[in-house]
């Protein structure tokens, strides 16, 4: 009994084993069917909520589809095989024939009615292969080719059935939503009569504008749907088919339904779902358009749903309006009446900035004359009013403009002329303070040349300074003299007065020459003496001895009377009276320090105003500019002359100076003028002395010539040197590069491949063509050939790299830069000044004068320089005129075909950087739109189209759940539209 309990127990667990594990394995592989099926999340629970017998016999039954034999009906090849056949025949043969029952006609009514079926029952698998093997768009392009007689019938409406039921499954409705023409064509099934047909398409638009980009997708198919029905202006057939009466057809209201569904959908969702201008911007299109009157119309119909979306278009009018009457101060706007419009906007911007701009738009649109200017002009406007600061276009974009920036360079314009106009001032000040400090520059080089002629002044004012001392001690020397002159004579004369008496008079000659005998002061050389007093001898002037004061003292400037007798001074006697005066005072208050000093500030005068009267021959603006350079110089002119007679063997003169000096070559005038005035040489004013010391020298400018040749000649030979193999290596690079062969041989097969007809089927191209690739531009002028060919030349199968150009063109920019003509007239000019430093030698020798070594062994050397350059020069001429021959040009300038290639290259690197700047510019349009896409299209978790089929989005639209509008708030909307 107790074994037999045993067993029961083992077994019990063991079942119970495998009940367990057939639980795991039954949720496993429920869960692969789940996922296989793709159902929305809340359907998801409701399947794993399911007893596990129940979910067993899901898995059997569908586990018994997947083992069975499958038809061909069960791959998406058959139906899409079925498809093509369809759009490449004709249905039908005669127009007589009665579609309906044609087989053919309901043949393909079952193909497409099986593929609806089976993109919405097959498994994932079945889907996936359909959108691998390109099943939309053979869909499209059936719907795009269909007849028209066909586009009436049901066929018509499963092909987009089919569409529709693609877009139930994630992976289908992604498919749709990136191909670039799928909703386009879709929309274009618009443009029938059948009204099931109508529904159709509308169900999928309606739900697609609460897709992530949907919305703008959605919109601009309509646009396009406008001009391919030859619609006066877009959702003009939606607004007629509200207005069109169709009673006999049980379908009407469910179309004017959906037709309601979609336009508040293009007003809630999208861009509309954050801004309010938006929502008026498209609805300001359906009142154009007469919806006001049609909703009064269709409440008529008393259909629930259709009811719900007309009082929610009417609620949402009335909120949006009473946003856009609090932003504009509280004036309301009767956007029925252009009069009222003009009033409100004129009492809204009447006294602000915005009138004139205003006044100006109005002024300008009475000068639009064609139709479709004013059209243009809208779009215009509604671009500008609809564009977000990023910078997208929510709807319709006529122009690539950035309102923003635009609006924000106009914004600061004020600042920006203020700016510009301080810059102007600044650059003009910039300028007047550069012409004044050359001005300042060429006064402190004047002033420099004053201070130095100052110097040499001064130096000669103290040698004669000490003249003039020399002198008054001279002076004060003879006044000793004339002292004991003066005694000796006062000794004679009373010798005289003694001998008058005893012995007879004496002549007057000899009176006279007696008398006469005197000491002259030192005067100028051949100066006169005094002449005798007149008439016979007049009486002797008494000598009296008076005292003479300690120290030099002011002389009274008096006039003196020699004739005293039968006068007051007869009987005076000065000498006495000096003894009653206080002389140390009279000495002390009236010293000759002053005296002393005005004398030698007289010396000085004599001496300066001497100098002042230096002969200035020579020009004076040519006289202060020489007299600048030869401050540079620091040399005397007997210096500067030693250096040009000697070639300047001891290298006292810089090239650059002596070259200066060529400037200042006495002219035949001016060395007449000078040599009239040789004897006065020593009063010439500096530079005049320079020009008239210069022009003693023969040959002068011949000889200062040959001392600059020969200081430049080393750097002359370098540079050309320089510039010859530049030229060379560049002509060797061009010839040499494959690269470049490989660049040529794109631009030939490009012209001959663009070109037809006599300008076509070339063989070569001239260089200047080069430059022509940028002139030809793309179709919808936003780039050129040379952009294109950018583009293709760092391709897999070309491999040409700029930077590879680039590196074996180094010596390109250094070519471009050299002018072979000036090359070779510089070599010529090389040659000439070595004849004329030999022309110069032979005159020295035919002289008989010393020729300077340093000029014989200069142009010995150079000889063979100028050889070798010439040599040089040649060889260059020689591979430049072969490289313009592989080129096919045999005229061009060195300077011009250089340019050529160097203006090509770098217009090719300005293109690949506008090419990589125009991809990152997309790039970043791109990521900013899916940015503003991603936040516009942001809803609440119950209208969001997450997780949700097409038919539920649908649905969730028709019931207006995703509307903001309830009953109670509905029932008050009492205004009359």
Same mark, same amino acid.
């Given at each position: 009994?107790?074994? =037999?309990?045993?067993?029961?127990?083992?077994?019990?667990?063991?079942?119970?084993?495998?009940?367990?594990?057939?639980?795991?394995?039954?949720?496993?592989?429920?869960?692969?069917?789940?996922?296989?099926?793709?159902?929305?999340?809340?359907?998801?629970?409701?399947?794993?909520? &399911?007893?596990?017998?129940?979910?067993?016999?899901?898995?059997?039954?569908?586990?018994?589809?997947?083992?069975?034999?499958?038809?061909?009906?069960?791959?998406?090849?058959?139906?899409?095989?079925?498809?093509?056949?369809?759009?490449?025949?004709?249905?039908?043969?005669?127009?007589?024939?009665?579609?309906?029952?044609?087989?053919?006609?309901?043949?393909?009514?079952?193909?497409? #009615?099986?593929?609806?079926?089976?993109?919405?029952?097959?498994?994932?698998?079945?889907?996936?292969?359909?959108?691998?093997?390109?099943?939309?768009?053979?869909?499209?392009?059936?719907?795009?080719?269909?007849?028209?007689?066909?586009?009436?019938?049901?066929?018509?409406?499963?092909?987009?059935?089919?569409?529709?039921?693609?877009?139930?499954?994630?992976?289908?409705?992604?498919?749709?939503?990136?191909?670039?023409?799928? /909703?386009?064509?879709?929309?274009?099934?618009?443009?029938?009569?059948?009204?099931?047909?109508?529904?159709? /398409?509308?169900?999928?638009?309606?739900?697609?504008?609460?897709?992530?980009?949907?919305?703008?997708? !959605?919109?601009?198919?309509?646009?396009?749907?406008?001009?391919?029905?030859?619609?006066?202006?877009?959702?003009?057939?939606?607004?007629?088919?509200?207005?069109?009466?169709?009673?006999?057809?049980?379908?009407?209201?469910?179309?004017?339904?959906?037709?309601?569904? @979609?336009?508040?959908?293009?007003?809630?969702?999208?861009?509309?779902?954050?801004?309010?201008?938006?929502?008026?911007?498209?609805?300001?299109?359906?009142?154009?358009?007469?919806?006001?009157?049609?909703?009064?119309?269709?409440?008529?119909?008393?259909?629930?749903?259709?009811? *719900?979306?007309?009082?929610?278009?009417?609620?949402?009018?009335?909120?949006?309006?009473? @946003?856009?009457?609090?932003?504009?101060?509280?004036?309301?706007?009767?956007?029925?009446?252009?009069?009222?419009?003009?009033?409100?906007?004129?009492?809204?911007?009447?006294?602000?900035?915005?009138?004139?701009?205003?006044?100006?738009?109005?002024?300008?649109?009475?000068?639009?004359?064609?139709?479709?200017?004013?059209?243009?002009?809208?779009?215009?406007?509604?671009? !500008?009013?609809?564009?977000?600061?990023?910078?997208?276009?929510?709807?319709?974009?006529?122009?690539?403009?950035?309102?923003?920036?635009?609006?924000?360079?106009?914004?600061?314009?004020?600042?920006?002329?203020?700016?510009?106009?301080?810059?102007?001032?600044?650059?003009?000040?910039?300028?007047?303070?550069?012409?004044?400090?050359?001005?300042?520059?060429?006064?402190?080089?004047?002033?420099?040349?004053?201070?130095?002629?100052?110097?040499?002044?001064?130096?000669?004012?103290?040698?004669?300074?000490?003249?003039?001392?020399?002198?008054?001690?001279?002076?004060?020397?003879?006044?000793?003299?004339?002292?004991?002159?003066?005694?000796?004579?006062?000794?004679?004369?009373?010798?005289?007065?003694?001998?008058?008496?005893?012995?007879?008079?004496?002549?007057?000659?000899?009176?006279?020459?007696?008398?006469?005998?005197?000491?002259?002061?030192?005067?100028?050389?051949?100066?006169?003496?005094?002449?005798?007093?007149?008439?016979?001898?007049?009486?002797?002037?008494?000598?009296?001895?008076?005292?003479?004061?300690?120290?030099?003292?002011?002389?009274?400037?008096?006039?003196?009377?020699?004739?005293?007798?039968?006068?007051?001074?007869?009987?005076?006697?000065?000498?006495?009276?000096? =003894?009653?005066?206080?002389?140390?005072?009279?000495?002390?208050?009236?010293?000759?320090?002053?005296?002393?000093?005005?004398?030698?500030?007289?010396?000085?005068?004599?001496?300066?105003?001497?100098?002042?009267?230096? &002969?200035?021959?020579?020009?004076?603006?040519?006289?202060?500019?020489?007299?600048?350079?030869?401050?540079?110089?620091?040399?005397?002119?007997?210096?500067?002359?030693?250096?040009? @007679?000697?070639?300047?063997?001891?290298?006292?003169?810089?090239?650059?100076?002596?070259?200066?000096?060529?400037?200042? /070559?006495?002219?035949?005038?001016?060395?007449?003028?000078?040599?009239?005035?040789?004897?006065?040489?020593?009063?010439?004013?500096?530079?005049?002395?320079?020009?008239?010391?210069?022009?003693?020298?023969?040959?002068?400018?011949?000889?200062?010539?040959?001392?600059?040749?020969?200081?430049?000649?080393?750097?002359?030979?370098?540079?050309?040197?320089?510039?010859?193999?530049?030229?060379?290596?560049?002509?060797?690079?061009?010839?040499?590069?494959?690269?470049?062969?490989?660049?040529?041989?794109?631009? &030939?097969?490009?012209?001959?491949?663009?070109?037809?007809?006599?300008?076509?089927?070339?063989?070569?191209?001239?260089?200047?063509?080069?430059?022509?690739?940028?002139?030809?531009?793309?179709?919808?002028?936003?780039?050129?050939?040379?952009?294109?060919?950018?583009?293709?030349?760092?391709?897999?199968?070309?491999?040409?790299?700029?930077?590879?150009?680039?590196?074996?063109?180094?010596? &390109?920019?250094?070519?471009?830069?050299?002018?072979?003509?000036?090359?070779?007239?510089?070599?010529?000019?090389?040659? #000439?000044?070595?004849?004329?430093?030999?022309?110069?030698?032979?005159?020295?020798?035919?002289?008989?004068?010393?020729?300077?070594?340093?000029?014989?062994?200069?142009?010995?050397?150079?000889?063979?320089?100028?050889?070798?350059?010439?040599?040089?020069?040649?060889?260059?001429?020689?591979?430049?005129?072969?490289?313009?021959?592989?080129?096919?040009?045999?005229?061009?300038?060195?300077?011009?075909?250089?340019? @050529?290639?160097?203006?090509?290259?770098?217009? *090719?690197?300005?293109?690949?950087?506008?090419?990589?700047?125009?991809?990152?510019?997309?790039?970043?349009?791109?990521?900013?739109?899916?940015?503003?896409?991603?936040?516009?299209?942001?809803?609440?978790?119950?209208?969001?189209?997450?997780?949700?089929?097409?038919?539920?989005?649908?649905?969730? *639209?028709?019931?207006?759940?995703?509307?903001?509008?309830?009953?109670?708030?509905?029932?008050?909307?009492?205004?009359?539209?």
């Amino acid at each position: 009994m107790r074994c =037999k309990t045993l067993c029961l127990v083992r077994q019990k667990v063991v079942n119970y084993q495998r009940y367990l594990t057939k639980k795991y394995v039954v949720n496993r592989r429920f869960k692969e069917v789940v996922q296989e099926l793709e159902l929305p999340v809340d359907k998801q629970v409701t399947m794993y909520e &399911l007893p596990i017998q129940k979910k067993w016999q899901i898995i059997v039954s569908k586990t018994s589809e997947k083992d069975g034999t499958k038809e061909a009906r069960d791959f998406p090849e058959y139906y899409i095989d079925n498809i093509k056949a369809m759009y490449q025949k004709t249905l039908f043969e005669s127009d007589d024939m009665d579609h309906s029952k044609s087989e053919e006609y309901a043949r393909r009514l079952r193909i497409l #009615d099986g593929l609806k079926s089976a993109l919405r029952t097959q498994p994932l698998s079945f889907v996936d292969r359909f959108i691998e093997i390109h099943g939309l768009s053979h869909l499209l392009n059936f719907l795009k080719e269909m007849e028209k007689d066909m586009k009436e019938t049901r066929i018509h409406t499963s092909a987009i059935a089919c569409i529709k039921a693609l877009m139930n499954n994630q992976a289908g409705r992604a498919n749709v939503l990136e191909h670039p023409d799928a /909703v386009d064509i879709i929309t274009y099934s618009l443009n029938v009569e059948n009204v099931k047909t109508k529904i159709s /398409v509308l169900d999928i638009l309606g739900p697609v504008c609460l897709i992530p980009g949907g919305h703008k997708k !959605v919109l601009n198919a309509l646009t396009k749907f406008a001009t391919f029905a030859a619609e006066r202006t877009r959702f003009q057939s939606l607004i007629l088919d509200l207005a069109r009466s169709r009673k006999e057809n049980e379908f009407e209201v469910e179309l004017k339904t959906t037709i309601m569904t @979609l336009v508040n959908a293009l007003l809630k969702f999208g861009a509309g779902h954050e801004t309010v201008e938006f929502r008026l911007h498209l609805r300001y299109e359906f009142l154009m358009l007469g919806i006001v009157p049609l909703i009064e119309k269709l409440g008529q119909y008393e259909n629930t749903d259709l009811n *719900l979306h007309l009082d929610f278009f009417k609620w949402q009018r009335d909120q949006d309006e009473e @946003l856009l009457q609090a932003k504009n101060g509280g004036v309301s706007i009767n956007t029925n009446s252009a009069i009222d419009m003009c009033e409100s906007l004129r009492k809204i911007h009447g006294s602000t900035a915005v009138y004139p701009h205003f006044l100006s738009i109005m002024q300008h649109l009475t000068l639009l004359k064609h139709q479709h200017l004013w059209a243009f002009t809208d779009h215009v406007l509604q671009q !500008v009013s609809q564009q977000t600061p990023d910078g997208l276009d929510p709807d319709i974009a006529v122009l690539e403009i950035n309102v923003q920036k635009c609006a924000d360079g106009l914004k600061h314009e004020k600042t920006s002329r203020i700016l510009k106009k301080k810059n102007e001032n600044l650059s003009e000040k910039c300028r007047s303070l550069e012409s004044s400090l050359q001005k300042e520059s060429q006064e402190l080089e004047r002033v420099k040349n004053e201070k130095t002629e100052l110097t040499r002044s001064m130096l000669r004012y103290q040698e004669r300074l000490e003249k003039v001392r020399e002198n008054e001690k001279q002076v004060e020397n003879i006044g000793h003299l004339e002292q004991e002159n003066a005694a000796l004579k006062k000794k004679i004369q009373a010798l005289l007065h003694t001998s008058f008496a005893s012995s007879a008079p004496t002549s007057n000659t000899e009176f006279n020459s007696c008398c006469s005998f005197t000491l002259k002061r030192p005067g100028p050389p051949g100066a006169l003496a005094p002449p005798p007093p007149p008439g016979g001898m007049a009486p002797p002037i008494p000598v009296k001895q008076f005292p003479q004061p300690s120290m030099s003292v002011k002389s009274f400037n008096w006039v003196k009377q020699t004739q005293v007798k039968n006068t007051i001074f007869e009987t005076m006697e000065p000498e006495k009276a000096l =003894k009653c005066l206080n002389l140390e005072r009279l000495e002390s208050a009236f010293q000759a320090k002053i005296n002393h000093r005005s004398s030698i500030a007289r010396n000085f005068e004599e001496v300066e105003s001497k100098e002042n009267l230096d &002969l200035k021959l020579i020009d004076g603006r040519r006289s202060q500019n020489c007299s600048i350079l030869l401050s540079r110089l620091k040399l005397s002119e007997g210096e500067v002359r030693q250096a040009v @007679l000697t070639n300047d063997s001891a290298e006292r003169l810089n090239a650059e100076l002596a070259e200066q000096l060529l400037k200042f /070559v006495p002219t035949k005038e001016e060395i007449e003028t000078l040599n009239q005035y040789a004897d006065d040489a020593h009063k010439m004013a500096t530079v005049d002395r320079f020009f008239f010391e210069m022009g003693k020298i023969l040959r002068y400018e011949n000889k200062l010539r040959a001392i600059v040749f020969r200081k430049k000649f080393t750097e002359r030979r370098s540079n050309a040197i320089s510039n010859a193999d530049a030229i060379t290596e560049a002509c060797r690079e061009l010839k040499n590069a494959k690269s470049i062969r490989q660049l040529f041989l794109l631009v &030939l097969a490009l012209g001959n491949y663009m070109n037809k007809g006599a300008r076509g089927n070339s063989p070569g191209f001239k260089l200047s063509s080069l430059s022509k690739l940028r002139d030809t531009k793309t179709t919808d002028g936003k780039s050129t050939l040379l952009h294109y060919l950018v583009e293709e030349l760092e391709t897999s199968k070309n491999k040409i790299s700029l930077d590879d150009i680039e590196a074996h063109t180094k010596h &390109l920019s250094d070519a471009r830069r050299v002018d072979l003509k000036q090359l070779r007239n510089e070599v010529k000019q090389l040659r #000439d000044g070595l004849e004329a430093c030999d022309y110069e030698i032979q005159q020295l020798q035919s002289e008989g004068s010393e020729v300077p070594s340093t000029l014989e062994i200069f142009c010995e050397t150079a000889k063979t320089h100028i050889s070798d350059l010439e040599n040089l020069l040649k060889a260059t001429d020689e591979t430049y005129s072969q490289t313009l021959i592989s080129f096919g040009d045999k005229q061009l300038e060195s300077h011009d075909f250089f340019s @050529l290639f160097q203006n090509f290259f770098n217009e *090719l690197k300005e293109a690949k950087a506008e090419n990589e700047a125009r991809e990152e510019l997309v790039k970043e349009r791109i990521r900013q739109q899916q940015n503003v896409l991603n936040r516009q299209e942001r809803i609440s978790t119950k209208n969001s189209s997450k997780g949700k089929t097409l038919d539920e989005m649908g649905e969730m *639209l028709k019931s207006g759940e995703l509307f903001d509008c309830g009953p109670k708030r509905r029932q008050r909307q009492k205004k009359k539209y």
